[in-house]
C-alpha cells in the first residue's frame, strides 16, 4: 500500500529519497531473499541492471525463465509486453514491473482495437505474431512467435493456408524472404531498429572490413542485406562467443553488448 501511496503516476515509478549508506546491490539481494522474488532482465537493459539480475535473455529465453521459476515475486527489468507475459505464464504469481511507463514503441504501434479491424478484412487467414505485443493483441492472435523461432514456426505451417502476421513489418519481410511464404503484414516497426543507417554501417564495414555484421531481424531491408548473421539478440551473443574473430558489428540495441564483452573480453 505504501509505493502505491508513494508512486508518482507521471514518471510510472516510486520517486523517494534513498539512504546514501546502503549498498544498494546486498539490500536488493535481501529483498529477493526475503520476498522469494526473481528478477529478470532483458539484454536491452542497461549494464548495471543486468548484473543484479537472475537471468538475463531475449523474450524466449525470459519467457522460459518466467515459466519455470518457483519464485513468488516475478521483478521484471523491461517493458509492459514483457512483464505480461511473464503474467500470462504465471497467473497465480505476481509480477512486478519496476518502471509502469516502460513501453515498446512496436507493441504501442499495434493497438488491439485497430487490429482486430485489420483481422477481420482477412477472413480465413492464420494470426501469427510476434511477442513483441501487447496481451491485448496477443489474444486476438492464433500462434505467438519469437525472433528465435519465427521461421521455424511459419515453416511449419500448411503453404495453402493464409498469414497475418503482426506487429512488425521488417521481422515480417525478413520471413517472408527466407521461407517464400507471402503473408499480410501489419504495418509496425521498432524505433530503435529503425534508426540504423544504412550509409552509417557501409562505413563502419570499411573501416573494419574484416568484422561480421550481426544485425536483428527488425531492422530495416536496407541493413539486414549487409549482415553476415541475422538473428535474435540471444543468437547474435551465441555466435560472436563461437566465432574466433575479436570484432563485430552489432545492429540492435547497444545493450547487449555487456553481455557480448563479458562473454569474450579480447
Known amino acids: 500500500m505504501l509505493a502505491t501511496n508513494l508512486l508518482d503516476t507521471t514518471l510510472g515509478y516510486v520517486s523517494e529519497p534513498v539512504d546514501p549508506s546502503l549498498d544498494l546491490y546486498e539490500e536488493i539481494e535481501r529483498l529477493k531473499r526475503e520476498k522469494n522474488a526473481i528478477l529478470l532482465a532483458h539484454y536491452y537493459q542497461e549494464p548495471a541492471i543486468q548484473d543484479i539480475a537472475d537471468y538475463i535473455g531475449d523474450s524466449l529465453g525470459l519467457s522460459r525463465r518466467a515459466a519455470e521459476t518457483d519464485a513468488d515475486i516475478i521483478v521484471f527489468a523491461g517493458v509492459h509486453f514483457m512483464a505480461e507475459t511473464a503474467k500470462i505464464l504465471n497467473p497465480e504469481k505476481k509480477v512486478l514491473l519496476p518502471d509502469l511507463n516502460a513501453g515498446c514503441s512496436l507493441a504501442d504501434a499495434c493497438p488491439a482495437d485497430a487490429f482486430a479491424a485489420f483481422k477481420a478484412r482477412y477472413p480465413g487467414h492464420l494470426v501469427v505474431s510476434y511477442i513483441n505485443c501487447s496481451a491485448e493483441t496477443k489474444a486476438l492472435s492464433d500462434i505467438i512467435c519469437t525472433s528465435s523461432n519465427a521461421e521455424h514456426i511459419i515453416r511449419q505451417i500448411p503453404e495453402d493456408q493464409p498469414i497475418i502476421f503482426a506487429p ?35 562505413r563502419l564495414k570499411m573501416r573494419h572490413p574484416e568484422a561480421p555484421v550481426l544485425a536483428h531481424p527488425e531492422c530495416e531491408e536496407a541493413v539486414l542485406r549487409h549482415a553476415d548473421f541475422v538473428g535474435s539478440t540471444s543468437q547474435i551473443r551465441r555466435f560472436a562467443r563461437e566465432d574466433p574473430r575479436d570484432t563485430f558489428i552489432v545492429a540492435t540495441e547497444e545493450g547487449i553488448l555487456h553481455q557480448m564483452q563479458k562473454d569474450s573480453p579480447h
Open 168 to 202: 512488425d513489418r521488417n521481422l515480417g519481410r525478413f520471413l517472408m524472404k527466407q521461407t517464400g511464404r507471402d503473408m499480410v503484414l501489419w504495418d509496425g516497426v521498432c524505433i530503435v531498429h529503425e534508426t540504423f543507417s544504412e550509409e552509417k554501417l557501409v
